[in-house]
Structure formats: C-alpha cells, structure tokens
C-alpha cells in the first residue's frame, strides 16, 4: 500500500484490516455557534479519500448513535489537489482532503479512527468550511498580479530567459490552499503576518518581466506591518506545503530584496 509520508499520502503503511472505522468531526453549525463533536461509523473500503468519505456521510448521514443528521459542509471543488479550497486537519494536521488516502489515515492513526477538523487560524464557515479571505486580502495589499490593460491588443509579452521560467516555476503552482498560513506560528493576529503564500507570490510576480514594474511596491508593502519581517523561520510552511513550493527560498530572496530597496528609498528621498 502506497502512502505519503510528507503529508499522508505516500510509502508503506499497513493494510487496514477492520471491517468498519470511525470518523469523528468537529462540526459548527453557524460562525458564531458553539462546536461539537460528532462521530460516525463507515464500512471499510480500501482506495477512498478523505472527500470520499464525507461523500458517503453526505448520502447516508447517520452517526453513529443511530440520529439522522445533516450533511457535512466542507469546501471541494478539482478533487486533484490542484483547487486548493479542501484544506482541513485531518488527524490534528493540515492536509488536503482530496488527496489524503483513508488507508493512510488509518495506518497513522493506528486505532481504527479518523478525526476531520476545520482549519484553527480561520472563522469557521460552518463544519469544515472555513473563511480563507484574508490570503486573498493579503495578495491585494502586495499586488500579486501582472498589470495589463486588456482593452486593446498589447502585442506578445516580453521574452523570459529559461532559468527565470524554471525559477518561477514552482511558485506558480500555488494553489491558494492556506496552509502554510494555518502551521506557521507567526501567522496570528499578535503580527498580521502576511504568510508564506503571499510573500511566494510577490517574488513569482517580482521575477515576471512584466510584473516587475510593481516590484517597488510590492517589496514596500512587505517592508510594512505584518510583512516579510515578522518570519520567525520555523520552515513548517515547507514542510507542510502539497505542492512542495520553495517557500523559505523565496521569503530569503524577498527578504534580502526588501532591505535593499528600503537602503535605495533611504537615499533617493
């Protein structure tokens, strides 16, 4: 049996034998109810995924007490980690759910039972679905984007040399999931950090020739409250990230880029 063992879905792991597991889900009906915990029993098939399971939950939603109840809500939408939005802590860690294999977690777990949280650093939606919209503030207060004005025909971009394609390669495949905002012990409301995510995305943005022309901007915004100097180095952003972004290379590289253009702005005022 194949399982991860970066984030729970690659290498050995032993063949679950029971023929039933548990799963037990911390579950918020509203943003501003109290949490509960509920549990359910599922018959045991071997090959489902995390997604699979609140699947069969969402078409038979009996708990284990025998009640009726609701659905579980969760965000989903690729089911191929490549949307990002099915982040939770599955086994008290952050995964994706759509690629966290139940015979993974069940061979970690190693008593038969899987317990689904939302994620801890975010308002809770409802269930497992959480309120994420701060990373997207965050990539607005850095500008993270190309600046193009698509009224009119602008001609081909500007060529980029093939070792800045392969730098910024890997920061491209970002998928938003948060996280590396969720296991990163400085991002909280003590810093307002902005988190690796953000950070990642100002130097892929940074590198582009075209984007470059924010570049003082964005390495501004990130001289400023919460930014880039609030990254304690605790490096769990790359170990925890799916996509396996070089996340603390790029928050050395912004880094080092910020305090240069804070000496440049020093002297030119």
């Not at 790359?238 to 928050?251: M, S």
Request: contains cysteine.
């Amino acid at each position: 049996m194949s399982t991860k063992t970066k984030n729970g879905h690659s290498g050995k792991a032993k063949a679950y034998t029971g023929s039933t597991y548990k799963v037990t889900i911390k579950r918020q009906a509203t943003p501003d109810a109290a949490a509960t915990t509920e549990v359910f029993n599922l018959p045991y098939r071997s090959g489902l995924n995390i997604t699979s399971v609140l699947g069969d939950i969402a078409a038979n939603p009996i708990n284990a007490s025998g009640a009726s109840t609701t659905a579980i809500a969760y965000d989903s939408n690729c089911l191929e980690e490549i949307c990002g939005s099915c982040a939770m802590l599955i086994n008290g860690k952050a995964r994706m759910a759509c690629s966290a294999l139940v015979d993974t977690m069940l061979a970690e777990s190693g008593n038969g039972e899987i317990t689904l949280a939302p994620l801890s650093k975010f308002p809770v939606v409802r269930d497992l679905a959480v309120d994420r919209s701060v990373l997207f503030e965050n990539l607005k207060a850095v500008k993270a984007w190309v600046p193009i004005d698509g009224s009119y025909d602008l001609g081909p971009g500007p060529r980029q040399f093939p070792q800045i394609q392969e730098q910024r390669y890997p920061l491209s495949n970002c998928i938003s999931c948060t996280i590396c905002m969720e296991v990163c012990p400085q991002f909280n409301d003590d810093t307002n950090f902005v988190g690796a995510a953000t950070i990642a995305q100002a130097r892929l943005f940074n590198m582009d020739p075209a984007g470059s022309v924010l570049k003082e901007e964005r390495l501004r915004a990130l001289a400023g409250d919460g930014g880039v100097q609030e990254c304690g180095y605790a490096q769990n952003c790359v170990q925890a990230c799916p996509k396996q972004l070089p996340l603390t290379e790029a928050i050395s590289d912004i880094s080092r880029d910020v305090i240069l253009q804070q000496v440049k702005d020093f002297f030119v005022r």
